[in-house]
């Protein structure tokens, strides 16, 4: 089994950064990757790393960069020119399961969030 623990969150005024952390425990994962919600709406893939190999969303593309640490097994995304649509609780996950970049259904060990706040 993996666990992961995430950090970093905080609050910050628009086009601020911040830097979010999760480490992973356990067995080691094919992917690690950050999802993000909002209350009343779905959860959405942000980026994610499968083998080394990183992919973004729309939402991330351009203003995060996901990286990885693989001999600590520590994930990071630096978050750059953040906008207040960015709000939400941010979640780290790992998965077993080769290629599952941002399929959350495909993730099966998940942290407890870190709140990302952007004010105007």
């Known amino acids: 089994q993996v666990h992961v623990t995430e950090s970093g969150g905080g609050s910050v005024q628009t086009g601020g950064s911040l830097r979010l952390s999760c480490v992973a425990s356990?067995?080691?994962?094919?992917?690690m990757g950050w999802f993000r919600q909002v209350p009343g709406k779905e959860r959405e893939g942000v980026a994610a790393?499968?083998?080394?190999?990183?992919i973004d969303s729309n939402v991330a593309r351009g203003r995060f960069t996901i990286s990885q640490d693989r001999a600590k097994n520590i994930l990071y995304l630096q978050m750059n020119s953040l906008k207040p649509t960015d709000t939400a609780m941010y979640y780290c996950?790992?998965?077993?399961?080769?290629?599952?970049?941002?399929?959350?259904?495909?993730?099966?060990?998940w942290g407890q969030g870190t709140q990302v706040t952007v004010s105007p």
């Open positions: 996950a790992a998965s077993q399961v080769q290629y599952s970049f941002l399929r959350d259904d495909l993730y099966n060990a």
């Open positions: 356990g067995d080691i994962p094919e992917c």
């Open positions: 790393i499968c083998g080394g190999r990183p």
